[in-house]
């Protein structure tokens, strides 16, 4: 969602096109994408049957970079 976000704060394109075009054509694109591995919480149950989620937190980094050169992004 953040990416899309700041893609429409870009004046490069209208919009949140950069992010659009990034995913969903073959332009050539060089972007690094970061994102958790994994999720932890504890879960509790009580007599009724009614369950509590507490302490939600992502941890653990798994980073891709994507490097598609071509006339555009690299002249």
Do not use: Q, R
Not at 59 to 68: I, L
């Amino acid at each position: 969602m953040k990416f899309v976000l700041d893609a429409m704060d870009n004046d490069l394109m209208e919009g949140a096109n950069e992010a659009c075009i990034a995913c969903h054509t073959k332009v050539g694109v060089n972007i690094t994408w970061t994102k958790n591995e994994y999720l932890e919480f504890t879960a509790e149950e009580d007599a009724a049957g009614n369950w509590t989620i507490a302490s939600f937190t992502a941890g653990g980094e798994n980073v891709t970079y994507v490097n598609s050169s071509n006339s555009w992004t690299n002249p």
